[in-house]
């Protein structure tokens, strides 16, 4: 399985297993992971699971999408990073992947 790591505002980490197939979003709740709201499902129609992805993976992960980015208009302290984890698959090249959530959800 693929092992994703999320970092919460204050610093705290968790690695967990993620499903290939999946989203970071659907892994993230799963598993209950704190500073993802999710309110759309993963719909990609709000900004409540929006995440900074570690620099080093950055460019390993697809160029997000026009849709994507229109909505990260409405996320809180949008950085070069921003993704929202429901547009980001999960699959074994993401294995080790770092992901940061926001001090709190747009």
Request: with cysteine; hydrophobic share 40%.
């Amino acid at each position: 399985m693929t092992k994703i790591t999320f970092i919460d505002a204050a610093g705290q980490s968790r690695t967990v297993d993620a499903e290939d197939g999946s989203t970071v979003m659907e892994t993230a709740l799963k598993n209950a992971v704190p500073g993802i709201e999710a309110e759309c499902g993963g719909a990609c129609a709000c900004a409540t699971c929006h995440v900074y992805v570690e620099e080093s993976w950055v460019e390993k992960l697809p160029k997000a999408e026009s849709m994507e980015e229109d909505m990260l208009d409405f996320a809180f302290d949008v950085r070069p990073s921003s993704r929202l984890s429901c547009q980001i698959k999960v699959g074994p090249a993401l294995d080790g992947l770092i992901v940061t959530t926001p001090e709190k959800q747009g």
